[in-house]
């Protein structure tokens, strides 16, 4: 059974930095394509960051140059690095994975973690 554990979050100042990191368990995670999904209070969900079983990433727009999602196939682990935060990425971040990445694309991914939660104050 496909597992993902999310970390990492918190309450930080705008201008300041947090690392997630998303625990997988029960699969290979170097054969399924990963993303983080956030979802703010009254908001659609929406995906910040995806990475393909080749390491290719796409951002959403306004976490380019801030945002640095990797993975690290040994551990089994997503990461979401987060610089210069803005009290608009106040959100909970969700990882989720799938074999099918256009699924993963559009939201509709079989295996999402709980979720993390990151406050930016300004």
């Known amino acids: 059974q496909v597992q993902l554990v999310e970390s990492g979050g918190g309450s930080v100042q705008a201008g300041g930095s947090l690392r997630l990191s998303c625990a997988a368990s029960?699969?290979?995670?170097?054969?399924?394509?990963m993303c983080w999904f956030r979802q703010a209070p009254g908001k659609e969900r929406e995906r910040v960051a995806i990475?393909?079983?080749?390491?290719?990433?796409t951002y959403k727009e306004s976490a380019k140059g801030r945002f640095t999602i990797s993975r690290d196939n040994a551990k089994n682990t997503l990461y979401l690095q987060m610089n210069s935060l803005k009290p608009e990425d106040t959100a909970m971040y969700y990882c989720?994975?799938?074999?099918?990445?256009?699924?993963?694309?559009?939201?509709?991914?079989?295996?999402w973690g709980q979720g993390t939660q990151v406050t930016v104050s300004s």
């Open positions: 990475i393909d079983r080749a390491g290719t990433t």
């Open positions: 989720a994975a799938d074999t099918n990445f256009y699924r993963l694309w559009v939201g509709s991914a079989l295996n």
């Open positions: 029960g699969y290979t995670s170097s054969t399924y394509c």
